[in-house]
């Protein structure tokens, strides 16, 4: 494997599944941006460097502390490396002032991440939020508000 490939397995292995947060700073650059794809949101890069990224795991921790990455595909090309990955989790902790809804959520999600002197200086991240959301009890199923959708319109 790579170091670019292995880097980015560290991230999920040691940052997320192990728990080692402090790891962070070994493979984010200072100066790391992020840009979180959204449905209908433009495309904007926020800050996130080794202290943002702790406390975005640990808030995630907070809401799902037995959250766990499995990596399923995982290809590099150059200085990125795209994953494909499972998200597995269960909601028993508040989490963006979403009150505990004991909910088990499996959904997938894509990153890219640009490496750069062997740390993390750019990631683009694309989530189920959809299937996240429902999973969750936020929304109803796709087939419930398609058939509300459908008697609302004729």
């Known amino acids: 494997m790579d170091s670019n490939k292995q880097l980015v397995t560290r ?19 200072n100066d790391c941006v992020t840009f979180q794809l959204g449905s209908g949101a433009p495309v904007t890069a926020a800050p996130r460097g080794p202290e943002s990224i702790k406390n975005h795991v640990a808030e995630w921790l907070s809401g799902f502390p037995d959250l766990t990455f499995t990596i399923e595909q995982m290809i590099c090309e150059g200085d990125r490396v795209s994953t494909l990955l499972a998200f597995d989790g269960t909601h028993t902790g ?19 991440h640009r490496i750069t002197g062997n740390k993390i200086i750019e990631d683009w991240v694309i989530v189920e939020s959809l299937g996240f959301f429902q999973q969750l009890g936020i929304l109803p199923a796709t087939t419930d508000f398609l058939r509300a959708f459908r008697q609302r319109n004729g």
Do not use: C, K, Y
């Open 94 to 112: 508040e989490w963006l002032g979403i009150p505990p809804s004991s909910r088990r959520i499996n959904i997938r999600l894509m990153t890219i």
């Open 11 to 29: 991230f999920f292995d040691e940052v997320w599944n192990q728990r080692r947060i402090e790891v962070a700073d070994d493979i984010f650059d």
